[in-house]
């Protein structure tokens, strides 16, 4: 068996060759995959989610064991869709996934925004998913699935092809996975109304897992997970004590990729006031509160270009 790493090269450089002809066949290509071997998020690290993370859990054994879904007379999924607002742990649970079951991570990438949306998408999706099936237990993971919904951004019939053209390259590849197969489509959205419901048909991507914001205990557990890890990464304390009862209040509606940024801004603050020659000291419930409030402020055009819809 070759090493993780190495493996994990081999792959990239066989969706490259790959990739360039189509290039040469197309002139541009409208997206790409990043693989990961060992994608290195596991469950212990996403907070709250418990029912997602239950249930993915056990779809880990279609991978590593799909004969005993066999034993018990029905077929393994084939493909999940995880669906909830931006930033709530969707690409963090497609990893975990993966991470437990060793399985290799295909993140394929979709530049979803333009009119350079052509037609190699499909191919793009039907090329990958041949390797990733090749090359043994894989996660492959679609961000954003309503980029096949793209009415919005391109003149109606030009998306319409390109949607329709999409949803059939991964309809006829799931349909077309053989039994034995370990590979597991994981396909992400934060807009169910403009999926494809052919997408979900069984057998297809028919395991549909909702990934919410958090509640105060969750966003609590992502805090602390965050703080956690900044604390690992410099080796030493970094937070003070945290009144969780003031913190969490101004968070409300906050998803976990809003609180990551908090805390960020919090400890980037620190950074700033240590370059100047301050006395930085712990990072306390007030510069939380003081970067909430902050991040309140801009939030609503941070989402705007994040999420297009300026567009
Ligand atoms: P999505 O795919 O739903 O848009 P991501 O999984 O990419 O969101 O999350 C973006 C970032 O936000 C993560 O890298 C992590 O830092 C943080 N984050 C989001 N949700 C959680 C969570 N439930 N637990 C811990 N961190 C989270």
């Known amino acids: 068996m070759p090493e993780p790493a190495e493996q994990?090269?081999?792959?990239?450089?066989?969706?490259?060759?790959?990739?360039?002809?189509?290039?040469?066949?197309?002139?541009?290509?409208?997206?790409?995959?990043?693989?990961?071997?060992?994608?290195?998020?596991?469950?212990?690290?996403?907070?709250?989610?418990?029912?997602?993370?239950?249930?993915?859990?056990?779809?880990?054994?279609?991978?590593?064991?799909?004969?005993l879904y066999r034993q018990w007379g029905i077929m393994p999924p084939k493909g999940v869709l995880l669906y909830g607002p931006p930033g709530t742990g969707k690409s963090l649970l497609a990893k975990a996934l993966a991470t437990t079951s060793e399985a290799t991570f295909y993140h394929l990438k979709l530049m979803n925004l333009t009119s350079k949306f052509g037609p190699n998408t499909g191919e793009l999706l039907q090329e990958t998913l041949t390797i990733a099936f090749q090359e043994g237990k894989a996660v492959v993971f679609l961000d954003e699935v309503d980029a096949v919904a793209l009415e919005h951004l391109l003149p109606p019939p030009q998306a319409r092809e390109a949607s329709a053209r999409l949803v059939a390259a991964l309809a006829e590849k799931l349909d077309g996975l053989p039994e034995s197969s370990?590979?597991?489509?994981?396909?992400?959205?934060?807009?169910?109304?403009?999926?494809?419901?052919s997408l979900v048909a069984p057998g297809r991507?028919?395991?549909?897992?909702?990934?919410?914001?958090?509640?105060?205990?969750?966003?609590?557990?992502?805090?602390?997970?965050?703080?956690?890890?900044?604390?690992?990464?410099?080796?030493r304390r970094l937070f003070a004590e945290l009144d969780y009862s003031s913190i969490l209040p101004p968070m409300g509606g906050m998803s976990g990729a809003e609180?990551?940024?908090?805390?960020?801004?919090?400890?980037?603050?620190?950074?700033?006031?240590?370059?100047?020659?301050?006395?930085?000291?712990?990072?306390?419930?007030?510069?939380l509160l003081q970067e909430i409030d902050g991040y309140k402020r801009i939030r609503e055009v941070v989402e705007k270009i994040r999420y297009g819809q300026y567009l």
């Open 8 to 67: 994990g090269w081999a792959i990239q450089r066989r969706l490259e060759d790959v990739f360039g002809k189509l290039g040469e066949k197309y002139g541009n290509l409208t997206g790409y995959v990043e693989v990961e071997t060992q994608p290195g998020v596991t469950f212990a690290e996403i907070g709250g989610l418990q029912a997602a993370k239950v249930t993915l859990r056990g779809f880990a054994t279609a991978l590593t064991n799909p004969d």
């Open 259 to 287: 609180i990551a940024e908090i805390v960020r801004r919090a400890l980037e603050a620190k950074v700033h006031s240590a370059a100047a020659g301050g006395n930085a000291g712990l990072v306390s419930t007030q510069d």
């Open 182 to 197: 370990r590979v597991m489509v994981i396909a992400a959205t934060n807009r169910t109304d403009a999926m494809d419901p």
């Open 205 to 235: 991507l028919d395991r549909l897992i909702e990934v919410p914001l958090p509640e105060g205990p969750a966003q609590q557990e992502i805090l602390e997970l965050r703080k956690a890890q900044a604390e690992r990464n410099a080796g």
